[in-house]
Nanobody
Framework: EVQLVESGGGLVQPGGSLRLSCGAS????????MSWVRQAPGQGLEWVSG??????WYGDCAKGRFTISRDNGENTLYLQMNSLKLEDTAVYYC?????????WGKGTLVTVSS
């Protein structure tokens, strides 16, 4: 059974940093591209970042501030978020694949507030 479990969310002040993690199981993690997607309160889903054999890819919301990485030995996906803004408040999900995301975690809440 494919499972994706996010962690690392929480309350942070504007300008602060957080690192999200996503533990993966039930499939050969190294063989798949992975994504981070977020949903702000009352908003739709927004693709944040993805990583594949070509490296990391970023949506406009993440460029210059967020860094995606992965540890294939630990089956874990990461998202380092710096210079956080109020508008980064959202539930952050990891998903398998970049195109045609087929499995999702339950998400971790990031709240940016002073």
């Amino acid at each position: 059974e494919v499972q994706l479990v996010e962690s690392g969310g929480g309350l942070v002040q504007p300008g602060g940093s957080l690192r999200l993690s996503c533990g993966a199981s039930g499939f050969t993690f190294r063989n798949y591209a992975m994504s981070w997607v977020r949903q702000a309160p009352g908003q739709g889903l927004e693709w944040v970042s993805g990583i594949d054999t070509g490296g990391g890819w970023y949506g406009d919301c993440a460029k210059g501030r967020f860094t995606i990485s992965r540890d294939n030995g630990e089956n874990t996906l990461y998202l380092q978020m710096n210079s956080l803004k109020l508008e980064d408040t959202a539930v952050y999900y990891c998903a398998r694949r970049i195109h045609g995301m087929d499995y999702w975690g339950k998400g971790t809440l990031v709240t940016v507030s002073s």
